[in-house]
């Protein structure tokens, strides 16, 4: 939990809007002020002194001053988020006025994003006032403390489990993939990896297959000529006809009806 101490603004560094439009992953580094990076689109991938994280839509992680950071995977193109780097006060500075999580999942994400859009504003010149970065800082770490008083927030990932997330991503549009495969590939009884899966994500691990095919699926169908059933067999489904049941039960569309919506706005690769 990071302490908020409010007995003068907190000093603001820097701050941005990263957004790539392609495949990327964040520098290796050694931190030497404290930064917070809040999730926008797609998932952040950050292992921080060892300990492995997930920034999702709404989600807030606090990297410390000291800590060596990197990225251990490659977030899909789209991915977005808000940094801020700031220092952190003298822990003697005055009573502690509330906690923070170092890792969390707001409950009431625009505020949030508000008040980073207006703190950007102001960290670059927005405001003729010198110190309208600091305070525009300070009542965002007061939004989050006030957001999050009730929360545990969430624990990073265990190496095992990024490892095992790694892997389903890599087979799982293989034809066999399956639960049963993937427990086995990682020496788990099927039945706990389920459960296990589901405890930490709150949904099955064979959701999280189904979600891995459909996003290739939406891709290969909005950005190539391939045909419907070229489509399925590289996402490891022979049949078009049972392709087709399968996407649209998950995306509420056929697969041709999807494609047609995209024609307009998506360059084909091939």
């Known amino acids: 939990m990071l302490p908020l101490l409010l007995k003068e603004p907190y000093r603001l560094h820097m701050g941005g809007h990263f957004l790539s439009d392609e495949s990327w992953s964040h520098m290796e580094r050694t931190l030497t002020d404290c930064e917070l990076i809040i999730g926008v689109a797609g998932v952040v991938f950050l292992e921080a002194d060892g300990l492995l994280y997930e920034v999702r839509e709404g ?22 988020f808000y940094w801020f780097h700031f220092a952190l006060p003298d822990p003697s500075a005055g009573e502690v006025s509330g906690r923070i999580p170092r890792h969390a999942s707001c409950p009431h994400p ?44 969430l624990g990073a990932l265990s190496p095992e489990l990024a490892t095992l997330l790694e892997w389903t991503r890599l087979h799982a549009l293989d034809r066999d993939i399956s639960v049963e495969k993937i427990a086995a590939q990682m020496g788990y009884n099927k039945d706990y990896l ?30 190539t000529r391939l045909q419907v059933k070229e489509v399925a067999a590289r996402v490891g489904i022979d049949d078009d006809k049972q392709f087709a049941k399968w996407f649209k039960r998950l995306s509420g569309t056929t697969p041709t009806e999807y494609r047609l919506a995209f024609s307009r706005t998506r360059l084909n690769k091939v």
């Open 59 to 80: 989600d807030i992680l606090f990297l410390l001053p000291g800590e060596h950071q990197r990225g251990y995977r490659l977030s899909s193109p789209g991915v977005s």
């Open 110 to 153: 625009n505020r949030v994003h508000i008040l980073a859009r207006q703190l950007l504003h102001a960290a670059n010149g927005g405001y003729s006032i010198a110190q309208a970065g600091d305070y525009f800082l300070t009542c965002l770490l007061i939004e989050l403390a006030e957001q999050l008083h009730n929360s545990e927030g």
């Open 194 to 223: 389920s459960r296990m899966f589901k405890r930490r994500f709150g949904s099955g691990l064979l959701g999280y297959i189904h979600t891995i095919k459909l996003e290739e699926a939406k891709e290969l169908l909005a950005s």
